[in-house]
């Protein structure tokens, strides 16, 4: 049995920036609507450090890889081949045709690293994001209000005026185009079988519209609880006023990930067994990793497409399928780091652990 590296070196991984959640999102204060918890809050900064030191890790491989002469890197380029499906000619190079998902898989990290140092100048200040805990921060509603100031848009017609319903309220003269289109969506099949639901955000002072056939579940709804019965375990939402990200409450418990960190996923006894799945030891800061790529670049599914959410998944994807799917750098920033500083030295790009 090899020596462990992470018997040796263990304070080596989880060196932390003093980078926080509130550094990087507007946060509910509690006890509001979408407001974390305290041990909530806890968690998320440990999964925040965790996803630094994955990112962190990830460039430091890629800025060594050499495309003329990928032996020279042989952990890193039996990642790259897994997870991404870079080809490799016979005189060990970089195949020409491959070059290109090389940069995007750089540049994915590149631009995960910005956010992280709040070096992104569309996600700070004035523009940055929200992180919500639960899908309550939206209200289903029918009335309407003002996006700049949050306030009751008044119906002058009853006397005295109450709020408007977006049923039944007329498109205003020279209403601008956001209006025009949400009234006229929620106006479509009402009374009987309305076509689209409104969910407002007293937080970013917006509404989200959804089709009838995907309006939430729970009493009250839920976004965390959508109508196909699915688990959700956090969404990005990047076309509101402001973007945000919401982690569910699945999240925490033991249906996501099954370690809290980094440093509980390494010292378990599976992660020095060979024979081990790679998402049985998996760190639940990979939710956060997920999310923020599609912060970053977009949640458009030609962007950021959500092919596969397991190991099993992301190995099987054809490589411009991986190279847009958010857990394919999950699941490879994690086995990369395992390589090099999990017990016993096995191997995990084939998503089990071998010797």
Known sequence: MRLSTFLVFPALFWASNGQNINQLFHTVPIPGAGSCSGAQSLALNSWLTDTLTLVNAAMDDLKTFDMGNVDATPRLTRNLIAWFKVRVTKGRRVNEGDTGKITTISNTFAALADFLAEQNPNLVGESMPW???????????????????????????????????????????????????????????WPANPAYYAYWSSDIRDYMIVPAAKRYNGNPRDFCTPPTGEIFFAFTIDD??????????????????????????????AAANVGTYLNDV?????????????????????????????????????????????DSYAFFAWSLFLEAHGPNNLQWHTGRSQD
């Open 282 to 326: 998996s760190p639940r800061g990979l939710t956060l990793l997920h999310e923020f790529i599609h912060l970053t670049l977009g949640t458009d599914k030609k962007k950021t497409g959500d092919s596969g959410t397991k190991p099993t998944e992301c190995l099987t994807l054809a490589g411009a399928k991986a190279v847009i799917n958010p």
């Open 131 to 189: 992180l919500f805990c639960g899908g309550g921060w939206q209200v289903e509603t029918d009335l309407l209000y003002e996006e700049d100031t949050g306030n009751p848009i008044l119906d002058d017609s009853v006397n005295p005026p109450v709020q408007a319903n977006m049923r039944t309220f007329p498109i205003p003269p020279g209403a601008d185009d956001s209006i025009t289109s949400l009234l006229s969506k929620m106006q479509q099949g």
């Open 240 to 269: 509101m006023l402001t973007d945000s990200v919401t982690i569910c409450p699945d999240s925490f418990n033991t249906l996501s990930e099954p370690f809290e960190t980094i440093q509980q996923s390494m010292a378990a006894p």
